[in-house]
């Protein structure tokens, strides 16, 4: 149980749960391993399980006929995947794509139902993160259709070191192409832009952010804005 304490102790979600209500749900939590470029929901399919993610990063997306996929939302140790089941609602509208390897905590979709059902204190949690992705995902849009490939980069890798904790982590082209809806030459423009100004170092694929408060002054408000919602809404 200690060691199942500590991996969901990295979930933000799990751990603003009184212990009493934690302890509950700890028979029906597993804790497993996604890795990169693992699918766990498709667009109409049912959703099997919820998880929590702990140092692990999953893009959201969405698909248009004739087009690549979008990313609408970024979840990491902040949040959970499967909120449409707490709406009363069975399948995914997006396909959750893990972006960055790293362990969650996975429950059989039924049992989260049933525990949601008896914990006024879990719905307040997940209903809190609910209206966080809602922010993020109606920003985001804003963000694709009206800003800069640099500036949305610089969001993008920002808050990917939020969620992952850390200054490092791999990021090919193709993927940054895919995640801001760009071509592959806009993220290599905008790349070597933030590179010449010494906000990041990148090498195939290896990103690190060398400036943290330069890349957020070159990052677009959008940024702050869903920051700034998810301490206010955790305060």
């Given at each position: 149980?200690?060691?199942?304490?500590?991996?969901?102790?990295?979930?933000?979600?799990?751990?603003?749960?009184?212990?009493?209500?934690?302890?509950?749900?700890?028979?029906?939590?597993?804790?497993?391993?996604?890795?990169?470029?693992?699918?766990?929901?498709?667009?109409?399919?049912?959703?099997?399980?919820?998880?929590?993610?702990?140092?692990?990063?999953?893009?959201?997306?969405?698909?248009?006929?004739?087009?690549?996929?979008?990313?609408?939302?970024?979840?990491?140790?902040?949040?959970?995947?499967?909120?449409?089941?707490?709406?009363?609602?069975?399948?995914?509208?997006?396909?959750?794509?893990?972006?960055?390897?790293?362990?969650?905590?996975?429950?059989?979709?039924?049992?989260?139902?049933?525990?949601?059902?008896?914990?006024?204190?879990?719905?307040?949690?997940?209903?809190?993160?609910?209206?966080?992705?809602?922010?993020?995902?109606?920003?985001?849009?804003?963000?694709?259709?009206?800003?800069?490939?640099?500036?949305?980069?610089?969001?993008?890798?920002?808050?990917?070191?939020?969620?992952?904790?850390?200054?490092?982590?791999?990021?090919?082209?193709?993927?940054?192409?895919?995640?801001?809806?760009?071509?592959?030459?806009?993220?290599?423009?905008?790349?070597?832009?933030?590179?010449?100004?010494?906000?990041?170092?990148?090498?195939?694929g290896e990103i690190s952010i060398l400036d943290g408060e330069g890349l957020e002054a070159a990052a677009?408000?959008?940024?702050?804005?869903?920051?700034?919602?998810?301490?206010?809404?955790?305060?």
């Amino acid at each position: 149980m200690l060691v199942e304490y500590r991996i969901s102790a990295a979930n933000s979600l799990l751990a603003a749960l009184p212990d009493g209500e934690y302890e509950r749900l700890l028979d029906g939590l597993e804790p497993v391993r996604l890795t990169f470029g693992e699918v766990l929901y498709h667009p109409g399919e049912a959703i099997r399980h919820v998880y929590f993610p702990t140092d692990s990063l999953v893009s959201l997306l969405t698909l248009a006929e004739g087009h690549q996929a979008l990313e609408v939302g970024l979840v990491g140790r902040e949040g959970m995947l499967g909120i449409p089941l707490a709406l009363g609602v069975s399948d995914s509208p997006v396909r959750a794509l893990v972006q960055g390897t790293g362990m969650a905590l996975r429950m059989a979709s039924a049992n989260f139902r049933k525990e949601l059902q008896k914990s006024v204190l879990l719905q307040r949690e997940v209903y809190r993160y609910t209206y966080e992705l809602m922010v993020q995902m109606t920003q985001t849009a804003a963000c694709n259709r009206f800003h800069r490939v640099e500036e949305r980069l610089a969001r993008w890798l920002l808050m990917t070191r939020d969620r992952v904790r850390s200054d490092q982590f791999h990021l090919t082209q193709d993927l940054l192409a895919n995640m801001l809806g760009v071509r592959r030459v806009g993220v290599t423009k905008a790349a070597g832009a933030l590179r010449l100004r010494n906000l990041i170092s990148y090498n195939r694929g290896e990103i690190s952010i060398l400036d943290g408060e330069g890349l957020e002054a070159a990052a677009c408000q959008c940024y702050q804005i869903v920051k700034e919602m998810h301490d206010v809404a955790r305060a």
